[in-house]
């Protein structure tokens, strides 16, 4: 779909430029000597010819026929040369003025007339305000960039065109080579959901990495990101989580929630890695790019030293890799070489003496084990040892295997030359084991994201009209706090079974209701200005007769019309006691940016405090609810601790997926809390004790 | 006291050799070349003259008033050669021989044996199996390391000699100075406390950082520790914390402690800053031998790209430092030099085309402002920014203010002479900005450790005879888990409320007890061979009449001598029910290396499973206990939520003091939980509702 864009035979760069220093001039500089072999036609009116080809005073006067427009004009002329490409078929330009939304309100409105340019005339745009695009395949570089990097597999796209000069910059001088470079600029048209889609038919691209401030269309991009993510790893930066103000929310889960957690949910549910800066963006790239990824998650350590050795077994720990067992015949097969005070165990140390040869044998060895899926191999750079050699000989060992072999060879001065023979040789290499067994760790989360089956969303027989006509009701009567009644018919509808419960209007009315029930019962205040009812008294449980039941109607509501005089006060509920079951939560509030994000945790009044939480985005997987089962601590106290049952934890992942599907059926909703949901281990129940729900109050948007 | 070892006015090499290649060639090549003013006398029965010195056949022809050895001949020499030593008045030698405890059941012994030629000779001794000592101000190079570093006042050591080879290796081609540079071996003589003690005092030394693979005496070190942390910083790397295995523990918090937790709680209580790799070791140590101090924690950023920027604001929030606040005095001031478009708002964006200059005027805005601590600079190699002069630049704005700044120049090509500048300028520069951000956090952690007040014991008035006297009474018995009342008796006697309680033997006793107590009791089974009675339905709350307690009992008894047929059951415990009030848990165990580790968090039976505990050693202080408080969610709930009073946070960091109390006056109670400790707000009142205690076996150790 972007082949004009990322391939183009011929491209017109309007505002070329004589002038050395402007943007222009950089432009068409870089074009014609970094080798693009197709046609360039330069743009200005001022100028006969540009560097030895034949100037075109403006956007008509070109042939027919051009791929791509690079523009580097003033801003405020960029809409109208856009509509212009249009009419001259021209269906692809890279804008990398600056000028527009990111320069105040002058710019907003020329970046909107950008926007209906493109719309209008169908032309393609990435940018503006962007750095433009290399294509190192395609010796193309339609930027203002000062350096072309080195041909290779790693594809980077970034929000921010400086970033995009630093990450060259630095690239250069390390040997690392990218397949394309995409400044993203301002996202007028072409997005980072249209870019990691083609990537990722990119046969050139083996791993796309990123940079981002923002992502546009929550939903859509994961979608198209879990398509990319199951053929080649994509690793993001997302920067600016922390600065994002919390919303105010009415929810447990509301509150608990926010922007980040939506991201990293967002990144988790579609395969997509997370970087937590430049270094580890490019540490994993490194990875992906040169080594083939693990079949399982069991490291060994091939070290000459013994410091660097418990490092790496640290960082294996910490990471919750595992800590490769190597077997007898491998134990041999290594004494056979090594001197008798090696260490043939995982770490494997040669000892500070080993030669070269050494490095080459122990971990053609320890690859050779059934038991290792990656090794890791450290050196010091120790007297005897002809660093280089190592290199070469660690190279050609891991290149006998199918299985990733990350280094780090600790120092600089003397182990320059070894490493610069890795890197050339596709072996990652980081300046200590942490950072080795960090990316280690990345590419066996991307192995087992890769291997997860194909999602299969349970679908719940339910009864949608009522939940309709309950959300209709409340807004009929501007009720955005829907009723606890009603909140729980709503979740009766969704199948949760929820406590007997009757309304009363006076003490009378609730001691009758109390012997229906049976004792002991619950009381609740109802009132639809009231939503955390614990707050004010409004909740009395275990009224154990006619007396207590009396008592604590007269009780409650002396002491809500004392603290809240406003609140109108519509009588109580007096409801069946479930006594068994621990407390858990289960929630909803909706991300502005990627919709539903489901709530699991420890329940009762203390779940702000306790922070015993996990999140998933809906709709989600019956994998995916036991995945959030099992983020929490609360999962071992619902498996029972000291002698106690364990909780039906089919039952729990089923409440999560019911409320999925509730969020996705009812855009309406717009956060929910169960609290508690009490789920027996002796029946196999799950019980909605208490419960509240927020809707949206516009019905079309 | 290191004086000999340290700043030698003559030297001798035993096992000098002449043959390139052998460790006794490297040290003396060392000593000549890196320009040691004093004398060397090589010492070498077999060679006439080394490297033009004259050679001595054996110690005992040496000539008198030698200050240092330098040892490097076969381990089994060795011993008898440190004898030699004693009686020609050499007082100090670095053994670099290896082949001692590090080789096997021979070496162990060869250990050992030095061990007594040091005590009996009085030689102090580095090593052995030791890579050397550098003194880079007294150009002393006794070691046979392949490099001798800058001048500087980073003082490094390592357990690890193959570290400290590759820690020079990097540190020349970066350009980082030492002040000294100590291989400690295998300890036998010198070690940790020792170094770091002598390097306290050592003014060529400003900051001090080591990798440490253990720690011998543990409260010895934390003591000298202190001291010196008080004076400058200490950054350690402990290596080997996650292989530790785990301990038996019959308590909560011998279970949720562990080794590293200890080396967690040493390091913090004596100010110890920790790394956990290299690169962030000598992160920090940049930061603090180039910079002062911060006075606060307010952090701005000057940067010349808007995404760096996001990057190191969202790390400044990720660390918990402070985002400072500019005034609107320097927002005038940036505003009248730099163009419209920047931001003069905290990240200060000055933008991509600014010039060197704008940088130097930029940071000097920012650090006038009273409201700034420390600033970032950030640069991305933009077209128009002479990288070159915007460093030197910024070393002169940081030069003018006393506040601490670190940069982040984001590339690697056009960036590296800037690099340069700044490394030499002792401005720190961090590839990332996240590492500049945690290098900053580092120096506010020390600043704030600085400033704590001089730690103060308090000592409460306790009952020490009492303890005595349980405590000899379990152990006459043999009986090592100290039963409920008996421990809470030891609690009562330092200062606890325990609940009224009376033993009973039989359904009638237990009834007439509860009669005694008053209704409603808490019934608990009495038994030396059951520390967990909830596991065993040995606990039954609530009993509100006389038949519910003979019913209990009745069935307490029968159900346990069905799970444990081979408990000896002593009866039950009548105890007052204890209703209101927070459960709460407060427990010690005991470390092997670092002695008695207090535990603070939420109680009750859960505490294994919600884990929201803290930790630290013994003797604590008030502020101590009170930081303890606040480093669990437990502190909100305590707090109180949702209109709850709070409880009297004072009281529980006084019981918290009595346990350290307790667990320093009695080395013989090996761990201890009192869980849960019932802590009401309405009456400030703390009662030890269940405790278990474990005792020593043997009364002298």
């Known amino acids: 779909m972007l082949e004009k864009l990322f391939t183009p035979q011929s491209v017109a760069i309007i505002g070329a430029s004589r002038e050395e220093g402007k943007v222009g001039h950089s432009v068409i500089k870089n074009m014609i000597e ?39 004009i003033p801003a405020k002329f960029v809409p109208s040369t856009v509509e212009e490409l249009g009419r001259k078929g021209i269906g692809a330009a890279i804008v990398i003025s600056a000028g527009f939304k990111e320069a105040g309100e002058e710019g907003k409105d020329l970046e909107k007339r950008l926007f209906n340019a493109a719309m209008v005339s169908g032309v393609r745009i990435l940018g503006p305000n962007c750095l433009g695009l290399i294509n190192t395949k395609h010796r193309l570089d339609a930027s203002f960039a000062a350096h072309f990097p080195e041909d290779g597999d790693i594809a980077v796209l970034s929000q921010s065109g400086a970033l995009c000069t630093a990450i060259l910059d630095w690239a250069v001088r390390n040997h690392i080579g990218f397949s394309k470079l995409i400044s993203i600029g301002n996202k007028v048209d072409i997005d980072e959901e249209v870019l990691i889609e083609a990537l990722g038919e990119d046969d050139n691209s083996k791993v796309i990495v990123g940079y981002l401030e923002n992502i546009l269309h929550g939903p859509h991009f994961m979608r198209s990101a879990e398509r990319v993510t199951k053929r080649k790893p994509v690793i993001l930066i997302k920067a600016g989580n922390t600065t994002a103000g919390a919303r105010a929310a009415s929810s447990h889960t509301g509150s608990l929630a926010g922007a980040r957690m939506a991201y990293e949910c967002a990144f988790r549910s579609s395969g997509i890695l997370q970087a937590s800066s430049l270094e580890a963006l490019f540490d994993y790239a490194q990875a992906f790019s040169y080594q083939p990824l693990p079949r399982g998650n069991r490291v060994a350590v091939v070290t000459n030293a013994g410091g660097p050795g418990i490092m790496a077994a640290d960082a294996i720990e910490n990471a919750g890799l595992a800590f490769a067992a190597l077997s007898e015949e491998s134990h041999e097969n290594l004494r056979s070489f090594l001197p008798a005070a090696a260490n043939v165990m995982n770490p494997v140390d040669i000892l500070g003496d080993a030669a070269a040869e050494v490095y080459g044998k122990a971990l053609d060895a320890v690859l050779a084990d059934d038991g290792v899926d990656a090794a890791v191999v450290l050196l010091t750079p120790q007297a005897m040892v002809d660093v280089r050699k190592a290199a070469e000989q660690i190279s050609a060992a891991a290149k006998k295997f199918n299985k990733p072999v990350v280094a780090s060879f600790i120092g600089a001065e003397r182990v320059a030359s070894g490493i610069e023979f890795l890197q050339k040789n596709r072996i990652p290499h980081y300046p200590t084991p942490e950072r080795a067994v960090e990316s280690l760790l990345m590419m066996v989360d991307y192995m087992k994201w890769r291997e997860r089956p194909q999602r299969v969303i349970r679908r719940f027989a339910v009864n949608t009209t009522k939940v309709s006509r309950v959300i209709n009701l409340c807004r009929k009567r501007g009720q955005m706090n829907v009723g606890e009644q009603e909140s729980k018919s709503i979740l009766a509808a969704y199948g949760f079974t929820v406590p007997q419960a009757v309304m009363a209007r006076s003490a009378d009315e609730a001691v009758s209701a109390a012997g229906t029930i049976g004792f002991p019962v619950v009381m609740k205040i109802v009132s639809p200005d009231i939503v955390h009812k614990s707050d004010v008294g409004g909740v009395k449980v275990g009224l154990a007769g006619p007396s207590d039941v009396s008592d604590a109607y007269e009780l409650m509501m002396k002491r809500i019309r004392e603290r809240e005089p406003d609140a109108r006060l519509h009588g109580v509920l007096i409801q069946e006691m479930v006594r068994e079951g621990r407390e858990i939560i289960i929630g909803m509030t909706r991300d502005p940016q990627f919709g539903p994000m489901l709530m699991f945790g420890l329940g009762g009044v203390y779940v702000e405090v306790l922070r015993d939480v996990s999140f998933q985005l809906a709709p989600i997987t019956d994998e995916e609810a036991y995945q959030m089962l099992v983020g929490t601590r609360t999962y071992k106290l619902l498996k029972g601790v000291r002698g106690e049952k364990s909780v039906d934890m089919q039952l729990v992942a089923e409440c999560i997926q019911r409320i999925s599907q509730l969020s996705v059926d009812f855009p309406e909703i717009e956060e ?28 079309h948007e």
């Open 34 to 72: 970094h080798g693009f072999a197709g046609k360039i036609y330069p743009v200005n009116p001022k100028a006969a010819d540009i560097m030895g080809l034949a100037c075109y005073r403006d956007v008509n006067s070109l042939p027919d026929g051009i791929d791509l427009a690079v523009i580097a």
């Open 672 to 699: 929910m809390d169960i609290n508690p949901l009490k789920v027996s281990s002796e029946r196999a129940r799950a019980v909605a004790v208490d419960a509240r729900v927020r809707i949206r109050g516009n019905a």
